[in-house]
């Protein structure tokens, strides 16, 4: 078996954080580190770092923790009803996030996985899709070993400490992304991967199976 990577999680929404660290104890692969804004709760018995620092400053950390993949969030979570006020909330602005990576690539990361949504488009006529999408673009210029692009509708989430209510249709389960997310960490067939709605719950899915997985068992994503 292989030795444990580590795989940095920065800019994603709390619930989708929250449940990255719960997989993440149950994955002898995975050492979690979390960029934060702030203090974060720990569940007892995680195996996981928190760094705590401004986001103009998690460079600086990724070259100090050199990971091999990095999670992040494009933007603001505007799925969510409601501001996202926890120190794991998405940075608001794309282009920050785009400099974050291309520090995060500098410093020696293969393989991203960037959280996008639903309908993303640098030539959409909503503001927030659009800037989505010009995100994803220059994302896919940084040279990534591997890029996993995840683009979910509306988060939705019952139970636990909160309800998270979608604005459209039934949502995407917060859970499942969190599962597809776990499952990209885990793969390494270099290339450009877009997964849809359809496409994270199959990647969702295949989680109890990822570790064991070949590396070409790339099942049904976008190449890009």
Known sequence: MSSRFRVAMGGVSEPIGESLIELAR???????VALTLGEIDVPHGSRMEVFIADADRWSR????MKPKVF???????????????????????????VEI????????????IAISSEGADRWSRDRH??????????????????????????LSQSGGKRRISALRGRGTDVDT?????????????PGKFTHDEEGIERAAAML???PAMKDGAEQHAQQG
């Not at 999670?71 to 996030?97: C, F, H, M, Q, Y």
């Not at 800037?131 to 509306?154: N, Q």
């Not at 992304?177 to 067939?189: G, I, P, W």
Request: hydrophobic share 45%; net charge positive; proline share 4%.
């Open 26 to 32: 149950h994955q002898p692969l995975v050492r979690l």
């Open 61 to 64: 950390v990724m070259r100090a």
């Open 71 to 97: 999670v992040v969030g494009l933007g603001p979570a505007l799925n969510l009803v409601g501001k996202d006020d926890s120190a794991l909330r998405a940075i608001d602005d794309e282009e920050t996030v």
């Open 101 to 112: 990576a291309k520090t995060a690539r500098f410093a020696g990361v293969e393989r991203l």
């Open 129 to 154: 899709l659009s800037a989505k999408g010009k995100a994803e673009t220059e994302l896919s210029r940084l040279g990534f070993k591997r890029l996993d692009i995840v683009r979910p509708g509306p």
């Open 177 to 189: 992304v969190a599962k597809a997310l776990m499952t990209l960490s885990l793969r390494r067939t």
């Open 208 to 210: 109890s199976r990822a």
